[in-house]
């Protein structure tokens, strides 16, 4: 595809209930982030991949949360435990290098009921 | 922490208005500096950038400048459209690890009339 695919586009969930989201980057990008974005609030930065390794997981808010990459393409964000505080639109980009332009998917609205 | 603040929406103004969203950061070092636009129903999209002080990013008619004395860098428009209409997010990046790990503000929303 042309740009970054993600899915679902929504989901619901029950609190409890575990979750994965799944981002298609642009073919040939190396660099992959997911950022989290709260109603009303800005991205906020979740954690990033260079090819398939995590460079850097600091915002990854608490080990509920877990991601990977593992042939260095699609990437899945894995929520277990779901709250309700998980509600989010949760957003993936990649970029063809580390440094360069990001470019977002439409994002993964996520409710926890 | 490194951090970004920008005023509150929504701003609402009627077409050929003159736009000003303000943005002001705090950063240790040198960050760059970006502007990105979510339009209704698409992703985020990269608006302009800039790198270093004094720098002017500009796209779409919009211009921002790298103020690093007063730690700005406000978006502005001259004669906005119906389609400029959407949210607008101030960002840096201190890129210290050499990617691009974006803070944000927490957007305005712009609406604009005919």
């Known amino acids: 595809g042309a740009g970054v695919s993600q899915t679902p586009s929504n989901k619901v969930t029950e609190k409890g209930k575990y979750v994965e989201l799944r981002c298609d980057p642009i073919?040939?990008?190396?660099?992959l982030y997911w950022y989290r974005q709260s109603l009303g609030q800005g991205p906020e930065f979740l954690i990033y991949f260079q090819g398939t390794g995590a460079a850097d997981d600091s915002g990854l808010p608490n080990d509920r949360f877990f991601a990977v990459r593992p042939e260095g393409s699609v990437s899945t964000l894995k929520i277990q435990r779901t709250e309700r505080g998980d509600s989010a639109v949760y957003l993936c980009?990649?970029?063809?290098?580390?440094?360069?332009?990001?470019?977002f998917g439409s994002g993964t609205q996520l409710s926890v009921l | 922490g490194n951090s970004v603040t920008q005023m509150e929406g929504p701003v609402t103004l009627s077409e050929e208005a003159f736009l000003t969203i303000n943005c002001t950061y705090t950063a240790t070092g040198y960050p760059s500096l970006f502007w990105y636009v979510q339009y209704p129903g698409e992703g985020l999209q990269l608006l302009l950038k800039a790198t270093k002080a004094d720098d002017k990013g500009s796209n779409k008619g919009f211009e921002a400048t790298y103020r690093k004395e007063t730690t700005s860098f406000h978006l502005e428009k001259g004669s906005v459209q119906v389609s400029d209409s959407a949210v607008y997010f101030c960002a840096l990046s201190d890129r210290s690890g050499g990617y691009n790990k974006l803070i944000f503000g927490a957007g305005t929303r712009l609406a604009v009339h005919p």
């Open positions: 073919s040939g990008h190396t660099a």
């Open positions: 980009a990649s970029s063809l290098g580390q440094g360069e332009k990001l470019f």
